[in-house]
């Protein structure tokens, strides 16, 4: 029985873990700093070196990790409620295709962070426009006409960024195979995504009961109070921009807006009213942890971070799936 | 199942339908079909595969428009009531049904309170008092914790029918709300609806392929061709063998026996 204290149990220990992570990005690094250093250069005001590499170099990057990671799981949970399909995740309709030849061409074209970025976003919502337009057609929205439209651009832009990576030259080469698997090194403006992540959760909350009933079928959600052509075209609309707002800030991280609202389903349950906030606090907390690793293992170098997410996401996914099948479920 | 909604009945009919055309493509399944059904009434919908039984019952739910006339429940269109308000009158049990996650039969059942609760609400020990006496008039009252993905498809027939119970609507529609039950909870089922009808003054349609079924449990029939005629009357004078031969094609034989009725293909 799904009650309001027990979710904002849960909610209130994922904040701990949200802070956790976030305190170990501004510890760990290539020069390590104690706890207590970090602590009084975020409210002391502590000058000198550390001081400054967690102000201006570690704070920016793990709340622009945190903001990427809660909008791609929270996209993920979204989706998969739309399209009533487990398996689905940001990327399926193809946004973070799009995102992506926008991304290398800028890369191609040899433009700057801030035009990448803006290459990025305008080929996110080209992409968005082409997969609804496409399958709204005729106005009969199915979910399956849906998902194919999107799998369809998604590999169609799969196909341009591989054209583009085998025509680009060498010295280029690095940039865009670092953005294709996700990147935080070039995150340093995170009040923006925090801000879309935050408003995201505030227009999604609202609807959460109303999406636990599209999960059980559109047909059903109607007749039980619904406004469900509505419903599903914000939710389509909502999860575009955030996947969006993510990939332009990070590039294509995968595996988070797949996996964070299945361990989220599998430890606490279906319950939309507890499975979005939780999902951005997961997602948000595992992408800061990896970004962490990312840039820690083999410090002063750097790992693309989205390697790291699938190479944690994996082996937690597949353990609480084979405990989930012993409980006999 | 209803708490003292029986003084507010309006004088509108709980179902009715205005010159009501259905098709789909060139293919009308019923043209300027007039219907009206009051509180207390039980109505089933008869017909042959693919003759438009289930098209005409999701017209009549709202979930899709007609080519031609108008379907109002209680006096009002499903677009002047809006989803939510139409929600606390008419209830509908799908004729198909996939989950795609996993769920327990508590929380399933308990989307069907979803219409009785605010925006911001959560599900309140009443509304799972309501879920769990809904539970025990299927016989799943044992089920609770069990995930919907292990339970037989007799099972999850009942549990839908517990779902909509717990929406406690004033009006079934009812798509096949037999298909997968065993002989004892088909009539276990049909009586709880006839109860509903009696004594909460619900109107039900149901659409039904057994005849003798809807002989014993309805007081209307409607008989839906596929080519766009419908005959609809009072069950006991509507289901002939002469008239159920024409609807299924096929030479049917009526055979009475202590009080029951049962139609045989000859």
């Known amino acids: 029985m799904p009650t309001r204290r027990r979710a904002l149990l849960i909610l209130a220990a994922l904040t701990g873990v949200a802070l956790l992570s976030i305190l170990l990005a501004l510890v760990a690094g290539s020069i390590r700093i104690p706890p207590a250093e970090v602590l009084a250069a975020l409210f002391g005001g502590a000058d000198g070196v550390s001081g400054e590499v967690v102000r201006s170099l570690r704070l920016p990057r793990a709340l622009a990790g945190f903001a990427c990671g809660g909008l791609l799981a929270l996209a993920g949970a979204l989706l998969q409620v739309l399209l009533r399909n487990p398996l689905a995740d940001p990327y399926v309709l193809g946004i973070s295709g799009g995102a992506g030849v926008g991304a290398i061409l800028a890369i191609l074209f040899g433009v700057g962070v801030a035009g990448i970025s803006g290459a990025s976003f305008v080929g996110a919502l080209a992409a968005m426009l082409v997969v609804f337009g496409l399958a709204h057609g005729d106005g009969s929205w199915t979910q399956t006409r849906l998902l194919l439209t999107g799998v369809i651009v998604a590999a169609g832009c799969g196909a341009m960024v591989a054209l583009i990576l085998s025509i680009a030259p060498d010295?280029?080469?690095?940039?865009?195979?670092?953005?294709?698997?996700?990147?935080?090194?070039?995150?340093?403006?995170?009040?923006?995504?925090?801000?879309?992540?935050?408003?995201?959760?505030?227009?999604?909350?609202?609807?959460?009961?109303?999406?636990?009933?599209?999960?059980?079928?559109?047909?059903?959600?109607?007749?039980?109070?619904?406004?469900?052509?509505?419903?599903?075209?914000?939710?389509?609309?909502?999860?575009?921009?955030?996947?969006?707002?993510?990939?332009?800030?990070?590039?294509?991280?995968?595996?988070?807006?797949?996996?964070?609202?299945?361990?989220?389903?599998?430890?606490a349950g279906n319950d939309q009213r507890l499975l979005l906030p939780a999902s951005a606090l997961a997602g948000g907390s595992l992408l800061v942890i990896a970004d962490t690793l990312a840039r820690s293992v083999i410090a002063p170098q750097q790992l693309p971070v989205g390697v790291l997410t699938a190479l944690i996401g994996v082996p937690v996914f597949l353990f609480l799936l084979a405990r989930d099948a012993r409980r006999g479920r | 199942m209803r708490g003292g909604g029986a003084e507010m009945r309006t004088e509108a009919p709980l179902l009715e339908a205005r010159k009501l055309t259905v098709a789909i493509g060139q293919r009308s399944f019923c043209r300027d079909l007039d219907l009206s059904l009051q509180a207390g009434e039980r109505l089933a919908i008869l017909g042959c595969n693919g003759a438009g039984k289930s098209t005409l019952l999701s017209v009549l739910a709202g979930l899709r428009a007609p080519q031609g006339g108008e379907v109002r429940i209680q006096g009002a269109t499903y677009a002047e009531l809006g989803a939510r308000k139409s929600a606390l009158i008419r209830g509908w049990l799908p004729q198909s049904r996939g989950d795609a996650f996993a769920s327990t039969v508590l929380e399933t059942?308990?989307?069907?309170?979803?219409?009785?609760?605010?925006?911001?609400?959560?599900?309140?020990?009443?509304?799972?008092?309501?879920?769990?006496?809904?539970?025990?008039?299927?016989?799943?009252?044992?089920?609770?914790?069990?995930?919907?993905?292990?339970?037989?498809?007799?099972?999850?027939?009942?549990?839908?029918?517990?779902?909509?119970?717990a929406q406690e609507p004033q009006l079934f529609l009812l798509d096949e709300p037999i298909a997968y039950l065993d002989l004892k909870h088909q009539i276990a089922m049909l009586d709880l609806f006839a109860k509903a009808a009696r004594e909460n003054h619900a109107a039900v349609v149901m659409v039904l392929h057994e005849p003798a079924l809807a002989w014993r449990f309805c007081d209307r029939v409607l008989l839906v061709h596929g080519d766009g005629l419908t005959e609809s009357g009072p069950a006991k004078t509507m289901l002939t063998a002469e008239r159920l031969s024409a609807l299924y094609q096929y030479p049917m034989l009526a055979y009475e026996c202590d009080g029951q009725i049962s139609f045989i293909p000859r």
């Open chain 1, 171 to 267: 010295h280029k080469l690095h940039g865009m195979l670092f953005w294709l698997m996700g990147d935080l090194s070039q995150a340093s403006s995170p009040g923006l995504v925090l801000g879309v992540l935050a408003a995201i959760l505030l227009v999604a909350m609202p609807f959460a009961r109303e999406l636990n009933l599209l999960a059980r079928g559109s047909d059903m959600a109607q007749t039980l109070g619904v406004q469900v052509s509505r419903l599903r075209k914000g939710v389509y609309l909502v999860a575009s921009l955030a996947t969006a707002a993510a990939v332009t800030q990070a590039g294509s991280i995968g595996f988070i807006g797949l996996i964070v609202p299945h361990l989220v389903r599998l430890a």
């Open chain 2, 109 to 165: 059942a308990l989307v069907g309170r979803h219409p009785h609760l605010e925006r911001w609400g959560w599900e309140s020990a009443k509304d799972a008092q309501i879920v769990r006496a809904a539970l025990a008039a299927v016989d799943l009252a044992d089920f609770e914790r069990r995930d919907i993905q292990t339970l037989s498809g007799g099972e999850r027939q009942r549990l839908a029918i517990a779902t909509l119970l």
